[in-house]
Protein backbone atom coordinates (compact mmCIF):
# COMPACT_ATOMS: atom_id res chain seq x y z
CA UNK A 1 0.00 0.00 0.00
CA UNK A 2 1.39 3.35 -1.05
CA UNK A 3 1.90 6.27 1.51
CA UNK A 4 -1.14 8.51 0.29
CA UNK A 5 -3.00 5.09 1.11
CA UNK A 6 -1.96 5.08 4.39
CA UNK A 7 -2.66 8.72 5.10
CA UNK A 8 -6.38 8.52 3.59
CA UNK A 9 -6.98 5.62 6.27
CA UNK A 10 -4.94 7.31 9.10
CA UNK A 11 -7.32 10.61 8.38
CA UNK A 12 -10.78 8.72 7.67
CA UNK A 13 -9.65 6.76 11.50
CA UNK A 14 -9.30 10.11 13.17
CA UNK A 15 -12.72 11.49 11.94
CA UNK A 16 -14.49 8.75 12.96
CA UNK A 17 -12.66 8.45 16.28
CA UNK A 18 -13.45 12.42 16.73
CA UNK A 19 -17.12 11.71 15.81
CA UNK A 20 -17.38 9.07 18.32
CA UNK A 21 -15.78 11.63 20.99
CA UNK A 22 -19.02 13.91 19.72
CA UNK A 23 -21.61 10.93 20.06
CA UNK A 24 -20.75 10.05 23.52
CA UNK A 25 -20.43 13.62 24.74
CA UNK A 26 -23.79 14.41 23.52
CA UNK A 27 -25.29 11.30 24.83
CA UNK A 28 -23.53 12.41 28.42
CA UNK A 29 -25.18 15.51 28.06
CA UNK A 30 -28.31 14.32 27.31
CA UNK A 31 -27.97 11.89 30.41
CA UNK A 32 -26.86 14.67 32.49
CA UNK A 33 -30.14 16.67 31.22
CA UNK A 34 -32.18 13.71 32.54
CA UNK A 35 -30.43 13.52 35.78
CA UNK A 36 -30.79 17.10 36.65
CA UNK A 37 -34.73 17.63 35.93
CA UNK A 38 -35.47 18.16 39.79
CA UNK A 39 -37.70 16.31 41.76
CA UNK A 40 -40.35 18.13 45.13
CA UNK A 41 -42.00 16.85 47.79
CA UNK A 42 -44.24 19.03 50.15
CA UNK A 43 -44.72 18.67 53.87
CA UNK A 44 -47.89 17.53 55.33
CA UNK A 45 -47.27 17.29 58.80
CA UNK A 46 -47.32 20.38 61.57
CA UNK A 47 -43.49 20.44 60.88
CA UNK A 48 -41.39 17.92 60.45
CA UNK A 49 -37.35 16.94 61.14
CA UNK A 50 -34.30 16.54 58.70
CA UNK A 51 -32.05 13.95 60.13
CA UNK A 52 -28.77 13.64 58.74
CA UNK A 53 -28.64 10.03 58.45
CA UNK A 54 -30.73 7.14 58.03
CA UNK A 55 -30.12 5.09 61.12
CA UNK A 56 -31.43 4.47 65.00
CA UNK A 57 -28.69 7.39 66.02
CA UNK A 58 -29.07 10.31 64.69
CA UNK A 59 -28.53 14.20 64.51
CA UNK A 60 -31.39 16.92 63.75
CA UNK A 61 -30.12 19.08 60.70
CA UNK A 62 -33.69 21.60 60.67
CA UNK A 63 -37.02 21.40 61.15
CA UNK A 64 -39.49 22.62 58.32
CA UNK A 65 -42.85 23.29 58.52
CA UNK A 66 -46.71 22.65 56.91
CA UNK A 67 -46.43 23.39 53.05
CA UNK A 68 -42.55 23.67 52.63
CA UNK A 69 -41.11 22.76 49.07
CA UNK A 70 -38.22 20.62 49.47
CA UNK A 71 -35.90 18.92 46.46
CA UNK A 72 -35.58 15.50 46.97
CA UNK A 73 -32.07 13.98 46.17
CA UNK A 74 -32.28 10.33 47.58
CA UNK A 75 -34.88 8.15 48.30
CA UNK A 76 -34.25 5.14 50.98
CA UNK A 77 -37.21 2.91 52.13
CA UNK A 78 -39.42 5.15 53.85
CA UNK A 79 -37.37 7.91 53.82
CA UNK A 80 -36.36 10.62 51.78
CA UNK A 81 -33.37 13.11 51.27
CA UNK A 82 -34.34 16.50 50.38
CA UNK A 83 -33.05 20.13 50.80
CA UNK A 84 -34.32 22.85 51.76
CA UNK A 85 -34.73 26.38 50.05
CA UNK A 86 -32.12 27.80 52.43
CA UNK A 87 -29.90 24.81 50.88
CA UNK A 88 -30.32 22.69 54.61
CA UNK A 89 -29.81 18.97 53.61
CA UNK A 90 -31.35 15.20 55.26
CA UNK A 91 -33.52 12.93 55.55
CA UNK A 92 -37.26 13.11 56.26
CA UNK A 93 -40.27 10.31 56.33
CA UNK A 94 -41.84 9.48 53.59
CA UNK A 95 -44.89 9.82 55.53
CA UNK A 96 -44.47 13.42 56.52
CA UNK A 97 -44.31 14.41 52.66
CA UNK A 98 -46.82 14.63 49.74
CA UNK A 99 -46.00 14.56 46.01
CA UNK A 100 -46.50 17.08 43.11
CA UNK A 101 -49.40 15.41 41.53
CA UNK A 102 -51.38 15.88 45.62
CA UNK A 103 -50.14 19.62 45.20
CA UNK A 104 -51.16 20.47 41.61
CA UNK A 105 -54.38 19.00 42.61
CA UNK A 106 -54.80 21.34 45.64
CA UNK A 107 -53.57 24.18 43.73
CA UNK A 108 -56.59 23.63 40.98
CA UNK A 109 -58.97 23.30 43.72
CA UNK A 110 -57.71 26.67 44.68
CA UNK A 111 -58.01 27.81 41.28
CA UNK A 112 -61.52 26.81 40.32
CA UNK A 113 -62.76 28.28 43.70
CA UNK A 114 -60.66 31.42 43.51
CA UNK A 115 -63.85 33.57 43.01
CA UNK A 116 -66.32 31.81 44.97
CA UNK A 117 -67.92 33.83 47.53
CA UNK A 118 -68.09 32.43 51.03
CA UNK A 119 -71.12 31.32 52.23
CA UNK A 120 -70.38 31.81 55.86
CA UNK A 121 -67.24 31.84 58.32
CA UNK A 122 -66.47 29.38 60.69
CA UNK A 123 -63.95 28.24 63.49
CA UNK A 124 -62.14 24.62 63.62
CA UNK A 125 -62.58 23.19 66.73
CA UNK A 126 -59.20 21.08 66.61
CA UNK A 127 -56.34 20.82 64.18
CA UNK A 128 -57.50 19.25 61.34
CA UNK A 129 -56.34 18.19 57.53
CA UNK A 130 -57.47 20.24 54.46
CA UNK A 131 -58.62 16.97 52.33
CA UNK A 132 -58.61 16.81 48.08
CA UNK A 133 -61.78 15.40 48.16
CA UNK A 134 -64.57 14.68 51.27
CA UNK A 135 -63.64 11.32 52.14
CA UNK A 136 -61.39 11.08 55.49
CA UNK A 137 -59.00 8.51 53.32
CA UNK A 138 -58.24 11.29 50.48
CA UNK A 139 -55.14 12.68 50.32
CA UNK A 140 -54.59 15.51 52.56
CA UNK A 141 -51.42 18.52 52.38
CA UNK A 142 -52.61 21.33 54.28
CA UNK A 143 -53.64 21.49 58.24
CA UNK A 144 -55.71 23.88 60.01
CA UNK A 145 -54.96 24.79 63.97
CA UNK A 146 -57.36 24.97 66.59
CA UNK A 147 -59.33 27.49 66.94
CA UNK A 148 -58.22 29.03 63.09
CA UNK A 149 -61.00 31.30 60.63
CA UNK A 150 -61.76 29.72 57.83
CA UNK A 151 -64.13 30.68 54.76
CA UNK A 152 -67.02 28.17 54.05
CA UNK A 153 -67.57 27.85 50.45
CA UNK A 154 -69.82 24.85 49.85
CA UNK A 155 -71.54 21.63 51.81
CA UNK A 156 -70.51 17.73 50.77
CA UNK A 157 -71.01 14.92 51.92
CA UNK A 158 -69.00 11.44 52.10
CA UNK A 159 -69.38 8.35 53.29
CA UNK A 160 -68.67 7.05 57.35
CA UNK A 161 -65.34 5.07 57.32
CA UNK A 162 -66.20 1.22 57.61
CA UNK A 163 -69.55 1.93 55.68
CA UNK A 164 -70.92 -1.16 53.95
CA UNK A 165 -72.29 -0.19 50.22
CA UNK A 166 -73.35 -3.57 49.61
CA UNK A 167 -75.30 -3.68 45.92
CA UNK A 168 -78.54 -4.72 45.81
CA UNK A 169 -80.17 -7.95 44.92
CA UNK A 170 -81.25 -7.70 40.86
CA UNK A 171 -84.88 -8.92 40.55
CA UNK A 172 -85.06 -12.22 38.28
CA UNK A 173 -86.72 -12.13 35.25
CA UNK A 174 -90.20 -13.88 35.93
CA UNK A 175 -92.87 -14.84 33.43
CA UNK A 176 -95.97 -13.56 35.35
CA UNK A 177 -98.84 -10.91 35.82
CA UNK A 178 -98.11 -7.10 37.41
CA UNK A 179 -98.66 -8.32 40.63
CA UNK A 180 -96.74 -11.45 40.90
CA UNK A 181 -93.57 -9.04 39.59
CA UNK A 182 -94.80 -6.22 42.29
CA UNK A 183 -94.68 -8.58 44.90
CA UNK A 184 -91.25 -9.76 44.08
CA UNK A 185 -89.68 -6.55 43.78
CA UNK A 186 -91.73 -5.21 47.34
CA UNK A 187 -89.59 -8.71 48.93
CA UNK A 188 -86.01 -7.36 47.07
CA UNK A 189 -86.59 -3.70 48.39
CA UNK A 190 -87.33 -5.01 52.05
CA UNK A 191 -84.63 -7.38 51.77
CA UNK A 192 -81.85 -4.87 50.30
CA UNK A 193 -79.05 -3.49 52.57
CA UNK A 194 -79.40 -0.11 54.62
CA UNK A 195 -77.71 2.97 52.67
CA UNK A 196 -74.14 3.70 54.15
CA UNK A 197 -74.40 6.19 56.47
CA UNK A 198 -72.90 9.86 55.40
CA UNK A 199 -71.02 12.62 56.96
CA UNK A 200 -71.17 16.31 56.00
CA UNK A 201 -68.05 18.11 55.25
CA UNK A 202 -67.15 21.46 53.95
CA UNK A 203 -64.80 23.09 51.48
CA UNK A 204 -63.32 25.66 53.20
CA UNK A 205 -60.50 28.41 52.57
CA UNK A 206 -57.91 29.73 54.92
CA UNK A 207 -56.39 32.74 55.73
CA UNK A 208 -53.37 32.13 53.11
CA UNK A 209 -56.12 31.25 50.27
CA UNK A 210 -55.32 27.63 50.87
CA UNK A 211 -58.77 25.17 50.04
CA UNK A 212 -59.73 21.91 50.89
CA UNK A 213 -62.35 19.58 52.43
CA UNK A 214 -62.99 19.14 56.19
CA UNK A 215 -65.45 17.46 58.25
CA UNK A 216 -67.95 19.24 58.82
CA UNK A 217 -68.44 18.51 62.48
CA UNK A 218 -65.30 19.92 63.29
CA UNK A 219 -66.00 23.13 62.49
CA UNK A 220 -68.50 25.58 63.86
CA UNK A 221 -70.18 28.38 62.76
CA UNK A 222 -69.08 31.56 63.58
CA UNK A 223 -72.42 33.45 64.28
CA UNK A 224 -73.26 36.35 67.21
CA UNK A 225 -74.46 34.33 70.74
CA UNK A 226 -77.08 37.19 70.44
CA UNK A 227 -78.40 35.44 67.53
CA UNK A 228 -77.60 31.82 67.95
CA UNK A 229 -79.62 31.15 71.04
CA UNK A 230 -82.34 31.15 69.23
CA UNK A 231 -81.52 28.39 66.43
CA UNK A 232 -83.78 25.99 68.97
CA UNK A 233 -81.80 22.63 68.49
CA UNK A 234 -81.39 23.41 65.04
CA UNK A 235 -77.92 23.21 63.22
CA UNK A 236 -76.81 26.55 61.80
CA UNK A 237 -75.53 26.51 58.28
CA UNK A 238 -74.92 29.91 57.60
CA UNK A 239 -75.34 33.52 58.73
CA UNK A 240 -75.55 36.71 56.66
CA UNK A 241 -75.25 40.26 57.25
CA UNK A 242 -78.58 41.89 55.48
CA UNK A 243 -78.11 45.79 56.79
CA UNK A 244 -77.10 47.02 60.04
CA UNK A 245 -79.36 49.93 62.69
CA UNK A 246 -78.41 52.46 64.83
CA UNK A 247 -79.42 51.88 68.36
CA UNK A 248 -78.03 54.46 70.74
CA UNK A 249 -80.17 53.44 73.33
CA UNK A 250 -78.76 50.00 73.49
CA UNK A 251 -76.22 49.40 76.36
CA UNK A 252 -74.32 45.99 76.10
CA UNK A 253 -73.71 43.74 79.20
CA UNK A 254 -70.05 43.95 80.44
CA UNK A 255 -69.73 40.40 79.69
CA UNK A 256 -71.24 41.18 76.44
CA UNK A 257 -69.64 43.98 75.14
CA UNK A 258 -66.21 42.12 74.19
CA UNK A 259 -67.42 39.85 71.48
CA UNK A 260 -71.12 40.54 70.41
CA UNK A 261 -71.79 41.21 67.01
CA UNK A 262 -68.52 40.49 65.64
CA UNK A 263 -69.88 40.38 62.52
CA UNK A 264 -71.05 43.69 62.12
CA UNK A 265 -70.58 45.46 58.72
CA UNK A 266 -68.53 48.31 60.48
CA UNK A 267 -66.17 48.12 62.68
CA UNK A 268 -66.50 49.84 65.52
CA UNK A 269 -64.57 52.41 67.02
CA UNK A 270 -61.58 52.68 69.50
CA UNK A 271 -64.16 53.00 72.29
CA UNK A 272 -66.26 50.23 70.88
CA UNK A 273 -69.59 51.01 68.62
CA UNK A 274 -72.26 49.11 70.15
CA UNK A 275 -74.79 51.22 68.95
CA UNK A 276 -74.50 49.80 65.35
CA UNK A 277 -76.41 46.43 65.55
CA UNK A 278 -76.41 43.96 62.42
CA UNK A 279 -79.51 42.25 61.20
CA UNK A 280 -78.96 38.95 59.99
CA UNK A 281 -80.15 35.89 57.63
CA UNK A 282 -79.80 32.51 59.00
CA UNK A 283 -79.99 29.48 57.34
CA UNK A 284 -80.81 26.36 59.64
CA UNK A 285 -81.17 22.66 59.32
CA UNK A 286 -81.87 19.80 61.56
CA UNK A 287 -78.50 18.47 63.57
CA UNK A 288 -77.55 15.81 61.14
CA UNK A 289 -75.25 14.55 58.69
CA UNK A 290 -75.91 13.20 55.16
CA UNK A 291 -79.73 15.20 54.36
CA UNK A 292 -80.13 15.71 50.37
CA UNK A 293 -79.91 19.65 51.10
CA UNK A 294 -78.23 22.33 52.24
CA UNK A 295 -81.01 23.80 54.79
CA UNK A 296 -84.31 23.52 54.80
CA UNK A 297 -85.52 26.73 57.22
CA UNK A 298 -84.64 30.48 56.73
CA UNK A 299 -85.00 33.19 59.17
CA UNK A 300 -84.61 36.90 59.21
CA UNK A 301 -83.50 38.30 62.47
CA UNK A 302 -84.00 42.40 62.60
CA UNK A 303 -83.13 44.70 65.77
CA UNK A 304 -86.16 46.11 67.80
CA UNK A 305 -84.44 49.78 68.44
CA UNK A 306 -86.99 50.17 71.16
CA UNK A 307 -86.65 47.03 73.64
CA UNK A 308 -82.79 46.90 72.07
CA UNK A 309 -83.08 43.21 71.41
CA UNK A 310 -82.92 40.73 67.85
CA UNK A 311 -86.55 39.26 67.18
CA UNK A 312 -87.32 37.15 64.17
CA UNK A 313 -89.26 39.15 61.33
CA UNK A 314 -89.39 36.29 58.83
CA UNK A 315 -89.60 32.60 59.31
CA UNK A 316 -90.08 29.77 56.43
CA UNK A 317 -90.07 26.16 56.80
CA UNK A 318 -89.80 23.15 54.54
CA UNK A 319 -87.71 24.27 52.15
CA UNK A 320 -85.06 22.29 49.82
CA UNK A 321 -82.37 25.01 49.62
CA UNK A 322 -79.65 24.61 48.09
CA UNK A 323 -75.80 26.86 48.09
CA UNK A 324 -74.81 29.62 47.39
CA UNK A 325 -77.31 32.30 48.99
CA UNK A 326 -76.80 35.60 47.54
CA UNK A 327 -77.08 39.06 49.73
CA UNK A 328 -77.13 42.31 48.22
CA UNK A 329 -79.62 45.53 47.63
CA UNK A 330 -81.58 46.61 44.80
CA UNK A 331 -83.89 49.74 43.94
CA UNK A 332 -87.81 49.25 44.35
CA UNK A 333 -89.08 52.97 43.46
CA UNK A 334 -91.38 54.39 46.47
CA UNK A 335 -90.21 51.99 48.49
CA UNK A 336 -86.15 53.14 47.75
CA UNK A 337 -83.07 51.03 48.02
CA UNK A 338 -83.70 47.99 49.92
CA UNK A 339 -81.11 44.86 51.09
CA UNK A 340 -82.06 41.57 49.39
CA UNK A 341 -81.21 38.17 49.80
CA UNK A 342 -82.21 35.43 46.97
CA UNK A 343 -82.59 31.58 47.50
CA UNK A 344 -81.48 28.33 45.18
CA UNK A 345 -84.46 26.35 46.13
CA UNK A 346 -85.44 23.16 44.05
CA UNK A 347 -89.58 22.88 42.55
CA UNK A 348 -91.48 20.18 43.07
CA UNK A 349 -89.87 18.83 39.76
CA UNK A 350 -86.62 18.83 40.82
CA UNK A 351 -85.58 21.61 38.80
CA UNK A 352 -83.50 24.84 41.00
CA UNK A 353 -85.01 28.21 40.80
CA UNK A 354 -84.30 31.64 42.73
CA UNK A 355 -86.34 33.22 45.56
CA UNK A 356 -85.59 36.61 45.88
CA UNK A 357 -86.24 38.50 48.49
CA UNK A 358 -86.94 42.30 50.12
CA UNK A 359 -86.49 43.31 53.56
CA UNK A 360 -88.24 46.75 54.29
CA UNK A 361 -87.80 47.56 57.63
CA UNK A 362 -88.79 44.58 60.12
CA UNK A 363 -91.06 43.52 56.83
CA UNK A 364 -90.13 40.89 54.31
CA UNK A 365 -91.24 40.13 51.68
CA UNK A 366 -91.16 37.38 48.62
CA UNK A 367 -90.37 39.51 45.45
CA UNK A 368 -92.73 37.50 43.05
CA UNK A 369 -91.58 37.36 38.62
CA UNK A 370 -94.60 36.50 36.56
CA UNK A 371 -95.39 33.19 36.59
CA UNK A 372 -93.55 32.58 39.98
CA UNK A 373 -95.99 32.65 42.71
CA UNK A 374 -97.23 29.43 40.74
CA UNK A 375 -93.81 27.42 41.25
CA UNK A 376 -94.41 24.40 43.80
CA UNK A 377 -91.81 23.64 46.25
CA UNK A 378 -90.47 20.36 46.14
CA UNK A 379 -92.06 18.08 48.99
CA UNK A 380 -89.24 17.31 51.68
CA UNK A 381 -90.29 13.53 53.45
CA UNK A 382 -92.76 13.84 56.33
CA UNK A 383 -89.95 13.11 58.98
CA UNK A 384 -88.16 16.15 57.64
CA UNK A 385 -90.85 18.56 57.75
CA UNK A 386 -91.00 21.39 61.00
CA UNK A 387 -93.52 20.20 63.48
CA UNK A 388 -96.37 22.57 64.73
CA UNK A 389 -97.68 25.68 63.05
CA UNK A 390 -94.86 28.08 61.95
CA UNK A 391 -95.43 31.43 64.28
CA UNK A 392 -92.99 34.47 64.44
CA UNK A 393 -90.84 33.74 67.30
CA UNK A 394 -90.18 37.24 69.37
CA UNK A 395 -86.39 37.31 70.69
CA UNK A 396 -85.65 37.43 74.62
CA UNK A 397 -83.22 40.08 75.63
CA UNK A 398 -80.35 38.14 76.97
Aim: overall charge positive; some cysteine.
Amino acid sequence: MNPTSIQGLRARAALLAALCVVALAMVAGCSRGVMTQKEYVWVAAPSAMLRDRVAALYNKVATVKNGDKLEVLDRQKRFVKVRTSAGQEGWIEQRNVVTSDIYQGFLKLASDNEKSPAQGHAITRNSLNMHLTPTRDSDHLYQLAEGQKVELLKRGTGEKPGAINAPRPAAEPVKADRKAVAKLENTVEKSAPPAPALEDWWLVRDVDKHVGWVLGRMVDVDVPIDVAQYAEGQRIVGAYVLNTVNDPGYQPAADEAAGTDAAAAPPPTPAGDYHIRSQYLVLLTEPRDGLPYDYNQARVFTWNTKRHRYETAYREHNLFGLLPVVVGSASFDKEGTLPTFTLHVQDDQGKTVERKYKMNGPIVRLVTAPGQEKIKMAALPKSEKAKGKPSPHKGRRR
